[in-house]
Each structure stands twice: as structure tokens, then as C-alpha cells.
């Protein structure tokens, strides 16, 4: 199936979680948007927008209600809302196809702790976005003398680096390199029920659900990967399961939200990482006239791609 045609099928079927009402807007979108379509995002007294390369637009549509937000959780949980509590307790919903749902709202706090959303006040519905090949000018790269090297994709949010990343794994899992993914938030995989929609390769084991830092170091004493994948590095926990992964001589593939190297560098976070040296190369994302651009860089700036 040609590749728009599979990004409409793919925004049909996230849009068929929404009320009915909605949907027929939503629906009457022209197929190149619906084709480039990346989230649709709903407010409570507002309108309905979508997003395309990280821009949002909103669209003339009636005014969206409490009740629109609570009726699109009910059919994403297939009106079985306590079946998904311990995905709720994260703020979010994985439905099949590997879309995701996002909530905003009252936070319901137990020992401090966010345990779940009510009183919704805004929803974004995330589209998936396979893209098999999106890695294959950096695939010749992502190994060295037959060992895999470490990489650090960088770029704003919503610019890709998760669609980037997930095809990474897939095209190293595709030649029998063990790659070992900690799904935080279902988003690489997909993972619906445990069982990974994308497909991340033969070779591939998945944690889904949990902390990424817990997964990533579960994952390296009992499936003992030469490759540890994990999506956005935001807190110290990370930094120090990706810097364990690195000394125990597994390479690590992951991404963090910069500019570039240099934006990357300014942050206090990072700077770990940068002085033990775990990252043996760096690729940044760019967009140009809503199309990405990749470019790999050695440690010492070298353009390799």
C-alpha cells in the first residue's frame, strides 16, 4: 500500500476513538492533511486542532465539550475505564494501531503520587507513525568493526525522534543484534496488552509500562542486550541507567529533547553523559518545508551522514 495511503487509513482509524460528531469534521480534512496529520488535539470550550510537523492548527468546528472528552475515553478503554487504571495512573492510553491517547485534567493524588486524570479538560490523540526505512541512511552507521555504537538522536518535541529511533531498532534487531527496549510510555512498541504493534525487529525484547531507568536496568541483568534502547532522556535516573548500560559495554540508542549538540551541551542534565563519553555518535533532526533531515556527527563534530 502506497505510504499516504497508509498514514489515512492510520488517521482514520485514531479518528474513529473520537464522538461521532467530531469524527465527520475530522473526516472532511483533505487526504494531504490527513496523510501528514501527526496528533489531534481537544479542548474543553474550544475547538479541535491538528498538528502537522509540530505546528497546530485549529479547525472551525463546534465548540468541544466535557462530555466529547469523557465519550473519547470511554471508547478508547472500550467503556471499560478501570480495566486501564495502571496506564491512566501515566496519564495516557495505548489503543490498538499503537495510537495514544494523552489526558489532561484533575490530578487524583495518593500518597503524593499522580494515580489518574478526571475531569478532563483536553485530550491528545497521538497518531502512529511506522516508518519503516526512515533510518536507512544512518543504518550503515550504526555499527563499527561489528560492534553496534551508541547514539543520541536530538531535536525539539514532535519533530520525529521516536519514529527515528524505533526504525533504528528495528534495522539493528533485522541483522541479529539483540536490542533490549525500555517503553516507558508504550510509545516505541506500541504495546497493547504487552504485545509490542510496531514492528521493532526479530531480536527485540520489550519492557513496556514502568519507569524507563527500572526497565533499562531490568533489561540488562536478565535479557543481556548489546543494544539498550530508550526514548527521551528527562531525568537523573535515566542518565545513570544509560551511563550503567555504557560501562557494562552495552551500546545505547536513545533521545533527548535540543536544538543540537551545542543546546544539548548547555544542559546541566546532560553534561554527565557528555563527560563519560557514552554517546559515540549524535544525530540531529531538522525540518525543512515539513520534510526531516538527518545529520550524524562524531563525538568531535565530524559529519559522517
Known amino acids: ?8 487509513t492510520a488517521f482514520r482509524k485514531a479518528a474513529a476513538t473520537l464522538p461521532l460528531r ?3 469534521d475530522v473526516l472532511t480534512l483533505p487526504d494531504e492533511i490527513q496523510s501528514q496529520c501527526e496528533e489531534l488535539r481537544l479542548r474543553a470550550g474550544r475547538g479541535v486542532s491538528y498538528v502537522i510537523a509540530g505546528q497546530e492548527t485549529r479547525l472551525p468546528l463546534t465548540s ?28 495516557f ?4 494501531g499503537g495510537h495514544r491517547l494523552g489526558l489532561c485534567g484533575a490530578a487524583i493524588l495518593r500518597s503524593e503520587r499522580i494515580d489518574g486524570i478526571r475531569n478532563l479538560s483536553s485530550i491528545n ?40 529511533l524505533r526504525d533504528c531498532v528495528r534495522a ?19 504495546s497493547l496488552g504487552g504485545a509490542p504493534q510496531f514492528d521493532l525487529g526479530p531480536t527485540t525484547d520489550v519492557i513496556s509500562g514502568g519507569g524507563k531507568a527500572e526497565a533499562a536496568l531490568l533489561l540488562l541483568k536478565t535479557m543481556s542486550p548489546a543494544v539498550l534502547a530508550l526514548d527521551e532522556i528527562t531525568s537523573p535516573r535515566d542518565v545513570e541507567a544509560v551511563s550503567y548500560a555504557a560501562h557494562c559495554g552495552t551500546a545505547v540508542l536513545a533521545t533527548a529533547h535540543a536544538y543540537d549538540r ?6 546541566p542534565l546532560y ?20 520534510r526531516r533531515e538527518y545529520t550524524m556527527t562524531t563525538v568531535g563534530g565530524k559529519t559522517i551522514c
Open 64 to 91: 468541544v465539550e466535557t462530555t466529547d472528552l469523557e465519550e473519547t475515553l470511554s471508547r478508547a478503554t472500550r467503556y471499560s475505564v478501570h480495566s486501564f487504571a495502571e496506564s491512566l495512573q501515566n496519564g
Open 262 to 267: 551545542e543546546d544539548f551541551a548547555c544542559r
Open 271 to 290: 553534561r554527565a553523559l557528555l563527560d563519560a563519553g557514552v554517546f559515540d555518535v549524535f544525530t540531529t533532526i531538522r525540518l525543512e518545508n515539513n
Open 93 to 96: 492510553v495505548t489503543l490498538e
Open 22 to 24: 467530531i469524527q465527520q
Open 125 to 164: 490523540l497521538r497518531i502512529a507513525c511506522e516508518r519503516i526505512g526512515a533510518a536507512a541512511s544512518l543504518t550503515p552507521h550504526l555499527q563499527k568493526n561489528g560492534r553496534a555504537l551508541s547514539m543520541l538522536i536530538l531535536s525539539p518535541p514532535a519533530w520525529g525522534k521516536t519514529t527515528l
Open 172 to 190: 539493528l534487531s533485522s541483522t541479529g543484534v539483540r536490542v533490549g527496549v525500555a517503553d516507558e510510555r508504550c510509545e516505541l512498541s506500541g
Open 1 to 8: 500500500m502506497e505510504e499516504n495511503q497508509k498514514r489515512r
